[in-house]
């Protein structure tokens, strides 16, 4: 799927800069069948793609297909407001998501690590929010 970009290379890459901590997972969006089986209808909504291992994400439980819905409760969720969220935070800061598992809400809580572009695998080539195709979850 198409990845978003916020706090990894991707930011560079797109001569963006990058937010002061990092997530570290892999966003897309979900596709119409998987928005219609959750009944997202419109709702804004990222398709975690991957997760890197030893990263806030992995460490807060977040899995690959995870659905985020709601970032820090503003009730959207997106790569743009998802980057204006993390562009505040810093290291040690918790991070607050709603995503769908299944047909379940569930309630994840990350503690954020600060922005190292070596974790990230920066030479990697084109990923972003912090994945790299052999560091990824299955």
């Not at 290379?9 to 937010?19: I, K, M, R, T, Y």
């Not at 379940?104 to 790299?132: C, H, I, M, P």
Request: with cysteine; hydrophobic share 35%.
């Amino acid at each position: 799927g198409t990845a978003l970009t916020c706090g990894t290379e991707g930011d560079a890459q797109l001569g963006g800069d990058h937010p002061p901590v990092m997530l570290g997972i892999m966003l897309g969006e979900p596709g119409p069948a998987l928005r219609y089986h959750l009944g997202l209808k419109d709702h804004d909504a990222i398709l975690v793609e991957g997760v890197t291992r030893g990263l806030a994400a992995d460490r807060a439980g977040l899995k690959t297909y995870d659905v985020i819905v709601s970032v820090d409760g503003s009730g959207e969720a997106n790569g743009d407001v998802l980057h204006k969220v993390l562009s505040k935070k810093s290291a040690g800061d918790e991070l607050r998501l709603i995503v769908m598992r299944g047909c379940d809400k569930v309630r994840v809580t990350a503690e954020l690590d600060e922005y190292n572009a070596g974790k990230l695998g920066q030479s990697k080539g084109n990923v972003r929010f912090g994945v790299t195709p052999d560091a990824v979850q299955d």
